[in-house]
């Protein structure tokens, strides 16, 4: 005689909770995104950031913490790597957001000056990533220099003085009102040097202008000093990329780059005029490190 047996549907496991987040967890996800905010700090010379770098990348709840505290803060995680670090931009609202109007305050009391930082900065990220695979390499380096940023701005400068004249533009209006003037305007008429007793560039020359804008990308970690050649010479941080890829202001960029100014790689002076076309490739996403 056989036993009948009776099969039933076995029990649900009930899935594990969650572990809990502990102050601990919250105190390490903070010290990553302090960690973010010094961009200079390079993740393989500090063992906790590369640690904290290792459990970000390995832990998703502690992901998703360390993202959380930097949403609180303002601040957008744009990548988050061993190249370049927890690599964070600020929201235009946020605490630590750098408005362009704020730099150029500081840079200079000119008010006409305002327009050419901005150009300095739109020139340099130009400079430093003239096509759009540039930008989508992660391991392009852009090379820049001083006197390459200002002969680009001059090349476009040239370009758009004679677009002007052929379309019948005014292309010397009133000198007592610069804000009437497009920025190229002010900057052609501008010094590239000017002159001091011991030879040092005028502040307010045009190579003093991109020479501090260079300064406070190099602060920000968006640049590295290379050289003293062609009034400084510079390479790009993976930073800079992650920036100049997700910034407002793709329109002056496409706007810069449809002039067909084309520059050689290594951030000299030296300009090529780019081939006769009218279906040129822009970088789109491409802008200034600020809030307008």
Known sequence: MTEHVEWSEPEAVAAPAPAAVTPADAADAARLVAFGLQPKLQPARDQEY??????????????????????????????????????????????????????????????GDRFLHGLAHLAAAALAFPRPEDLADDGYIGRVSVNGVDAFVRQACRRLEERAEEQGENTDPATDAPGLEAAWRIWVRRSSTGATKDARRLAGSTTGIVGKAVAFLTDSGFLQR????????????????????????????????ELGVVPVTDGTATLMPAEETDDLELVAD???????
Do not use: C, I, K
Not at 81 to 88: E, L, Q, T, W, Y
Not at 286 to 292: D, E, I, R, T, V
């Open 50 to 111: 590369g640690e904290l770098l290792r459990r970000y990348r390995e832990d998703p709840p502690f992901a998703r913490l360390a993202d959380a505290v930097a949403a609180g803060l303002g601040l957008v995680v744009l990548e988050v790597s061993p190249r370049a670090g927890m690599a964070v931009t600020a929201a235009e609202d946020s605490v630590f957001a750098v408005r362009m109007g704020d730099y150029a305050r500081r840079a200079s009391s000119d008010s």
């Open 226 to 257: 290379t050289g003293d050649d062609n009034g400084g010479t510079y390479r790009t941080t993976a930073r800079y990329q992650l920036q100049v890829r997700d910034m407002a202001g793709s329109a002056a960029m496409a706007e810069l780059l």
């Open 286 to 292: 491409a802008g200034l490190p600020f809030h307008s």
